[in-house]
């Protein structure tokens, strides 16, 4: 925490450290939250698909381009330094983050799933062969499964998934099982599903496949905005996460990799900006990270993500994990009041959202009820199809909280869908 984590400082006595004024405070924070949908006050539940801004994110993008902009790493002149100094100034923020070692080992690229298929590629390519295996799970999210599909077509490795339970927890005797029964060369799970709110035991899972001298990628994409992560503490190889879901602009991804392996990979794409020294002949590749940043990156992007950073400790992970834990957990009582209403997702340790099915009503309609109410969720499969193949469901309408979601808010959810049932006269 630093300095401005004093700006939020009163406590709520409903289980969440953010009282009402800490609310208050932060909702003023973000502008669209005063935005009003079909003449009723936004109600933004769809934090999980991607979060509103802070107006310091938006600030920090908008005085990049009026004050210094230029391309980085290029030119001599003062705005190519300035913007040079933001750029690696956001990388460094990153690094403090995620607690990496170096910041070398943090690479931008354009989202979660391009920070995947960059170790599907470049990792993947160089170290996956026929007859090996990629180890996966049931719950994750198509950017976990698609890259390491198009691997496994390339290079004749097989694609093994981990189960998990009716509850959404996965089965870790048969994650241990499939560890040993083949040679996985990588595992790749998600920390927290979008689909069902699970969050994984990603130090001990990490740790059973070191045990086996496996490697790791964890996809962070949902948990970065919602608990601290420590990546040497985690010890992964990888860790992939998308700036627009952690408050920042969409458009900028992060990969952490641990040096060495980074060192010792290929570059993922070829082009201006991740070279030493070209000839006809040859190409001699630039240090890490730039070696894996190729062409101009979203520059005004990285340093809004570092602005959204510099927002989020202000806060402290810490007080919103528990505001939003708080919050899930009087959501989850309020949902379960309802008839007909299913959350799907039962894990112990969950986080940050509630998925649901309502008897007799499609997801979709749901959706569109709740909109006309100015209330935004998600409807649909949310980019897990696995999952709801799992359940035998089509889609699941979902509710995601971000920190500045408020009780109220969640009041407004149940009553719009106790209204939904009585439109379709259940
Ligand atoms: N999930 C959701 O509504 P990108 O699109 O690359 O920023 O993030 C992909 C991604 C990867 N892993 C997980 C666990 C995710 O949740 C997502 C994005 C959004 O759930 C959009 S589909």
Redesign the pocket.
């Known amino acids: 925490m630093n300095d401005m984590s004093a700006l939020y400082s009163m406590t709520s006595g409903t289980g969440s450290p953010l009282g009402e004024l800490d609310i208050a405070r932060i909702r003023a924070d973000v502008p669209i939250l005063r935005q009003q949908v079909h003449g009723k006050p936004l109600i933004y539940l ?1 934090n ?3 979060v509103q801004k802070p107006k310091a994110v938006i600030d920090a993008v908008s005085e990049c381009y009026t004050g210094y902009y230029s391309n980085i790493h290029r030119g001599v002149h003062l705005l190519s330094e300035r913007s040079t100094a933001a750029y690696e100034g956001a990388r460094g923020k990153v690094r403090a983050f995620l607690n990496a070692a170096s910041a070398r080992e943090i690479i931008f690229t ?5 920070s ?1 298929n960059l170790v599907a590629s470049s990792f993947g390519g160089s170290r996956v062969h026929a007859g090996d295996e990629v180890l996966i799970t049931g719950m ?2 198509h ?2 499964i698609v890259p390491w599909q198009l691997l496994c077509e390339r290079t004749g490795a097989k694609l093994k998934v981990v189960p998990f339970t009716d509850a959404g927890e996965l089965i870790l005797e048969e994650y241990e099982r499939l560890l040993d029964s083949g040679p996985v060369r990588l595992v790749a799970f ?1 920390h ?4 069902l709110g699970t969050l994984n035991p990603a130090k001990q899972m990490i740790d059973l496949a070191h045990a086996r001298g496996i490697p790791v990628l964890v ?1 962070g ?2 948990s970065v905005p919602h608990l601290a992560v420590d990546v040497r503490e985690l010890d992964c190889e990888f860790y992939a996460f ?1 700036a ?2 952690i408050y920042g602009p969409s458009g900028v ?1 992060v990969l952490y990799g641990k040096q060495a392996l980074l060192e010792a990979m290929p570059p993922y794409q070829g082009g201006g900006d991740m070279i030493s020294l070209v000839t006809f002949e040859k190409t001699e590749y630039a240090e890490l990270p730039n070696k894996f940043e190729a062409g101009t990156p979203n520059i005004a992007g990285v340093i809004g993500l570092g602005a959204a950073l510099d927002w989020l400790n202000a806060i402290g992970l810490d007080r919103v994990a528990a505001h939003e834990h708080a919050l899930l957990e009087y959501a989850t009582a309020r949902l379960d009041e309802i008839p007909g209403l299913k959350i799907m997702g039962a894990a112990r340790d969950k986080a940050a959202l509630a998925a649901f099915t309502l008897e007799g009503v499609h997801p979709h309609d749901i959706g569109t009820i709740l909109d006309r109410e100015g209330i935004a969720v ?1 409807a649909g499969h ?3 199809q696995p999952v709801m193949q799992r359940y035998g469901v089509p889609a699941t309408a ?1 509710a995601s909280f971000a920190v500045y979601n408020t009780r109220d808010e969640v009041d407004a959810l149940v009553a719009a869908l106790w209204k939904v049932k009585e439109m379709f006269d259940l």
């Open positions: 769809d999980a698909a991607s354009r989202n979660t799933t391009e995947i994750e999210h950017s976990n998600v927290l599903s979008n689909a996809d994409a949902q998308s627009h879901k991804g998600r949310h980019c897990a979902r």
